[in-house]
């Protein structure tokens, strides 16, 4: 008489599925409901970023680098850009600075507004998805009142910014932050406090601290663990270190730190410290000419640089190579969603399938920027 | 209009009782079957747009026949029917075909032959049995067979998994759906659907209609333990486990198109209805008028007895659209640990109730 | 116990919040609906003062459109073009900044330079066009600008420029040349140099 | 610590590992790869350095003949100080040990690196292409790259075509 065994099956989720957020495939082997194995194939969406890098020049790699994280393109333009002014020791006018954070900030609650959207749409809450949508397009109301654009906006440019504000950008963009900041108690009413959610995500999926920066994990989903760390306050670029904004961190209120739902509401609060820091940019907005410090032509000097800034999804690198020409002879991106993706295999291991899901929205991933 | 009485009339024109048998039984089933195809119409339509409004967005929307989707998207449910009909119906080549093809009919008679016993009004009823929910409880149930075949015979993963989440599932939520229900039977006395209904004539506390819900608290209980586990024996949100979209796809239908995805479609909303009608008929008065005494004819029933029905069914639509899905785990433990148990505590409750103060 | 009825107890309230909300928002769709009935109703784009005048300079990006009396044929946006949709051929004019009128062609644009060239071709492929703007500012005519939106003059629904055929989507925007023209062009006779 | 001190430890306990090079900046050190396993473990554990987060394996190409890199930036939670470590390796045989059992996240930082460079990390549990296809042939991002003429039957583009009809 042999224990009674049952069958493992082999799961292909992805690449073509409702909750893997892009093309991603994920090969669960599961016992039942309950998964024992996941193995990522990622690479569906492989644009050849870096070797598109190498064959144009630095402004044209702005453009592909707003493809990468189509979600946060501003923040993708803006770690480039930084990069490139540290390699070049540009240094841009305050207006720049300004209107770089306030579009950075506004993007990120863009970006986090589609990240927790989603998740509420993977734990099978279909509404709040729709209202966070909602406010989001919002946002993008007022980027392409800006640049013109609604999604890749190609707007921060190596020593200034594509187009200056319009002139009553502050009070449209105050009364944006007016109208959301309410808006945020109605999404923690419908989705962030209903028991049923909190069921799906507290002490679902932990992701300890020291495994999370053991697997590069970082961003929000590393401040979920409960570690204390964000470059803007960390390693201040740009102007971050003028303003005041707290770092939320995951504190396990309904189950472990380091859960789905402290990586979610970590999103859910640096969204309001992303309109705090918006209502002080906005405050101290200094004038003056946004066109000054670009450069005529880019030719940075012979080096390299490695920089990494917060994205809505982490540590945003950039490593950049200058042989001195106009071309860059290398551009690498360190996507945070890359590492964060990099750790489902650890943290969703011995959680049913509904949870594998729950895991993978909570992390926030966005496949164009994992694949590059 | 009960088989009976086709019967009868029939019994009047010759000595034939099986060919009358079959003729009442069909003539039975015809309107039936449109009633469920435009009820399902209805629903539908009922669905798109209150989830769209729930949803800040207007729905399907027309500035007339022939743009879009008719007045107020009005056409919107028929080009949808219309559209599974004429799609390609595809059988993947590793199915296996009979169960494949049999399954969304299973289902569908599962819900189907449930109506016979669904009292619309004082008279509308087609086989008024004396265990008219006795019956109902069971045939309801059927369903499952049907979406174990379906789930198997595709032939796919992600249906076998709906399939067997949702066996599970349905099976559970019958046990304190049935448990509430006997606290109607014991209050009532009779399994007899119109018996039902016409024990909760009259007043109770003065001023309520004495409807099994309002008679004392456990019954108002029971009636919320028997409404939530027909919502989870329908499969649909928050219990929607077995076709959650965002995990497998679509469940026991993944591999089902055109008619036969129709059918399924058509089934849900029938379940619908008649987990509504049971608890309309058990717990809220059936046909009964709220204000007992007025309004009582037949065709006051008749819209009495739909317009109750069709609130349970927006309640549902709205539980839909607010809730989150629970885990299969979870599921089990609301059923098991949380209904289950305050389901036998009831029924204990209702017997000493009634013995005590009624 | 109490854990177990205070489980139930939270879970019923913090569901009847959700309820409420979706309640409410129902209830108010009069107020809060946020679509629109695209054909018949068109949504307002942004107001854009940026400062400029309008009919000049549109911040939106929905099309390319170049003034092709005013392209010198420098190439400039050619070369910026990150995904190399434009495609421009120019011939040496016969005489600099005069006009032929075969060929439509004027020899001076707007800003007062004296064309050399020719533009015998200029392609914008906007199926490959990323939309970055990026050909827009090396331009020393400012002849190649985005439009788009109700202020522009020139196509005035822009977003909705979709095709039945990927071939429309090539927009060609220099005076079409007959094969005569252009070899005319090429090789100017000995009359018309003097 | 700064780079330097970071350096002289390394210099200290790991004699002639440390190439100096007057080509990187201040932040980078070069290493020898024989060691490097022994070196990426101490830098982990050493509580002094405690670098416990790497940010970032990256390749590069050096040119010509010259030899493939593979670089690794670390950053310390506990200090908050951080170093790059350049690696350079053989062109025609660029084999590294793998830090991955050290740090997770290494593996598929080092997966990406070896399917963009072809660098071989020795020890690597799980070395395969990450973002191309598995049989995929080349290594893209070196200098010399050239892509394939056809995969599976269809025709790689190299060089768009002048005209698009």
Redesign the interface.
Known sequence: MGVVQGDQMVLNIGPQHPSTHGVLRLQVRTDGEIVSEIKPY??YL?R?F??HS?NVTYEQVIPFTDRCDYVASMNNNFGYVVTMEELMEIKVPDRVEYIRVIMAELNRIASHLLALGTYGLDVGAFTPFLYMFRDRERILDIFELTCGARLLYNYMWVGGVSHDLPKDFERICIGFLDYFEPKIKEYNDLLTHNKIFLERTADVGVLPP??A?????SGPNLRGSG?N?DVRK?EPYSIYDRFEFEIPLGEGEFGTVGDSFDRYWVRVCEMKESIKIIRQAIKDLPDGDVFQTIPKKIRPPK????R?TESPRG?L?Y?I?SDGSPIPY?V?M?SPA??A???LG?IAQGWMLSDVIAILGSLDIVLGEI?? | MTVDTLMNWFAKLGDFPELAFILAVLICAVPVFLFIAVYALVAIYGELKISSFMQDKVGPMGQGVGLHAGKWGLLQPVADALKLILKEDIIPTSADKKLFILAPFIVFIGAFIAFAALPFNQNIIIADMNIGIFYILAVSSLGVIGLIMAGWSSNNKWSLYGAMRSAAQIVSYEIPAALSIIVVIMLTGTLSMQGIIQHQSGFVWGILPNWIIFQNPFTFLAFFIFFISGVAECNRTPFDIPEAESELVAGAFTEYSGMRYAFFFLSEYANMFIVSGIAVTAFLGGWQSPIPGILNSPAWGLWWFMSKAMFLIFVMIWFRWTFPRLRVDQLMNVCWKGFTPIAMVNIFGVGIWHLMLG | MKKYFANIWGTITTLKTGMGITWRHMMNIKKDNVTLQYPEERWPRPERDIGFEHEKYNVIRSRLHVDIDDCIGCLKCERACPV?CIKIDTIKAPTRGEDIPDIRHTGVTENGTNKALVVSRF?I?MSECCYCNLCVYPCPEECIYMVGGPNSPKHPIDYEFSEFNR?DL?YEFSKPLTSEQKSELMNPKPDAKA | MTSTEIKETLDRQFPGSVIENIDL?EN?LELKPDQWLEIATFLKNEPGLSF?????V?G??TGEDGPLQS?Y?FHS?EH?HKI?VVISLDRNNPKVASIEQV???G???ER?TYD?FGIIYEGHRDLR?????EDWEGW??RKDYEAQETYHGIVVPKI?EEE??
């Open positions: 990622i690479g492989h050849c870096e070797k190498e020291d495994v920066i053991n697997f590069g994990v570690v760390w960390d080096g390299s640089i490695y990494r540590d690198g490593y190579i290398r690498k360190r890359f590492t993706l990099s750790s650890e694949d590059r | 190399d392609t492929d071939k090539i | 900046a980078q416990d987060q790497l940010e970032c990256t590069i190409d670089r930036n939670m908050r790059e740090w997770r996240v593996d598929w930082f990406e963009m292409r990450i973002l191309c296809p893209p991002l768009k698009w009809e």
